[in-house]
């Protein structure tokens, strides 16, 4: 273990994030986008995940993009594999938002959804532990970013669904994980943030009850 108590190969995976996302910020800030790598990576170590799923959580985005720069799958382990091991390249790949199917056909905005609860359905745990760390550091960015704003509607307008679409869909995940027999700790933070976004939903009514 290295002196901030993160294995070597987490420490590749945290630089190997932030060298692919360095020109990157969130959408809608000035925050570059390598700093959510790192809060996933926080997410799941505090709740003592294995370095292959903290691996897979880091590097989560950097598949999706690679995905969507149409990589194949030799090319996939050549740069992720390789230097990460296959478990945390399996991992991420259960749980990228995919732009095409296995047959190669181009997925719809509402299609990639599906897809993914779909596939998560089929995911081990430790995908269903980066799925839920990815839900909880972004919806949680979102609802900070929220409390700093007067204007709500400059925060939900960066998102292709808006508000009621983007809130419904962290109600799809945290539904769909707990449809599949995932009731682990982790769930009551994503609860949390699920909830508390419901509540900019319906400001002056009880939001649903999770």
């Known amino acids: 273990m290295s002196v901030n108590g993160y294995s070597d190969r987490i420490n590749h995976a945290l630089a190997f994030a932030a060298k692919h996302n360095d020109r990157e910020v969130r959408k809608g800030t000035r925050l570059p986008y390598g700093t959510h790598a790192a809060n996933v990576a926080v997410i799941l170590t ?4 294995d370095e292959a799923v903290v691996v897979a959580g880091i590097l989560l985005d950097v598949v999706e993009d690679h995905l969507r720069d149409r990589y194949t799958r030799d090319m996939l382990e050549q740069r992720i594999a390789d230097k990460f091991g296959v478990p945390a390249l399996e991992t991420a790949l259960a749980v990228v938002m995919r732009t095409l199917d296995d047959d190669g056909v181009e997925l719809s905005h509402d299609e990639r959804r599906d897809d993914y609860l779909d596939r998560l ?9 980066v ?24 925060v939900w307008g960066r998102f292709h669904s808006g508000k009621s679409g983007t809130i419904r869909w962290y109600r799809r995940i945290y539904e769909r994980l707990r449809e599949n027999g995932f009731a682990l700790p982790i769930m009551d933070e994503l609860a949390h943030v699920v909830t508390a976004m419901e509540r900019h939903e319906q400001p002056h009514e009880s939001s649903t009850r999770i």
């Open 46 to 49: 505090r709740y003592d995940q």
């Open 131 to 154: 799925c839920a760390a990815d839900a909880i550091h972004t919806g949680s960015t979102i609802l900070a970013d929220l409390d700093r704003t007067i204007d709500p509607g400059s």
């Open 121 to 129: 359905s089929a995911a081990n745990d430790g995908a269903r532990w």
